[in-house]
């Protein structure tokens, strides 16, 4: 089945820098790839998410770039403000369970002023 | 926010005891999943369902169970509570279409086994 790996696990940056989080993927097929939000103690937010027919999106402060014949994808947020601060998941489709996401361990990124 | 509720908020239970938990699916949804978070973990995936039928299930043992109803609300049900079974259990409500589906979270619940 589908492997996600996450890197850094933490990340630290000053405010006004970039962050940058990457995930590599085992599984050929997968096509779908949504990065999300986690706050202490709140729901996962969905933040951005990239298809495999386009190799980067971007909204705002947050950009998601995506190469498929390596299998890895990455966030990254410019400008960093303070309540960027939150634990970043990244997720694959696995194509053997629906759509069941596949997630990461998590980035913990913290954003200091 | 998203419309995906969830309920309770917070359970505490013993060892070998079953438990129910619930999830409203966003309008407009057809699709729910549900995941298993434990602490300082990504979300585990446990099943999805789809129309009222399980749609595919990740490496979780039977007592973990689900049903979804035909307004597209869904139950987990866990039985034998283990130790290990403690967690944050999320929903996630999305619109089939295509190939993959946007996913939208709940809350969750935090469930204590003790």
């Known amino acids: 089945g589908e492997n996600v790996e996450q890197h850094p696990s933490t990340l630290s940056v000053q405010e006004g820098d970039s962050a940058v989080i990457k995930c590599t993927y085992s599984d050929s097929a997968s096509n779908y790839f949504p990065w999300y939000k986690q706050e202490l103690g709140k729901r996962p937010q969905l933040i951005i998410d990239i298809r495999s027919n386009v190799g980067e999106k971007k909204d705002q402060r947050i950009a998601v770039t995506l190469n498929k014949t390596a299998k890895h994808f990455s966030l990254h947020i410019t400008e960093t403000q303070p309540e960027d601060s939150a634990v970043y998941f990244c997720?694959?489709?696995?194509?053997?369970?629906?759509?069941?996401?596949?997630f990461g361990k998590g980035t913990t990124l913290s954003v200091s002023s | 926010e998203t419309g995906v509720t969830q309920s309770p908020t917070h359970l505490i239970k013993t060892r070998g005891q079953q438990v129910t938990l619930r999830c409203s699916s966003q309008?407009?949804?057809?699709?729910v999943s549900w995941y298993q978070q434990a602490l300082g973990q990504g979300p585990q995936f446990i099943f999805q369902?789809?129309?009222?039928?399980?749609?595919g299930r990740g490496n979780f043992p039977p007592r973990f169970s689900g049903l979804q109803f035909p307004n597209y609300s869904s139950e987990l049900n866990v039985n034998a509570l283990e130790l290990d079974d403690s967690a944050l259990y999320l929903c996630?409500?999305?619109?089939?279409?295509?190939?993959?589906?946007?996913?939208?979270f709940g809350p969750g619940t935090r469930l204590t086994v003790l």
């Open positions: 369902y789809y129309r009222e039928e399980e749609n």
């Open positions: 309008s407009g949804h057809n699709t």
């Open positions: 997720a694959a489709t696995s194509n053997q369970a629906g759509t069941a996401l596949i």
């Open positions: 996630a409500s999305s619109l089939k279409s295509g190939d993959t589906d946007t996913q939208y």
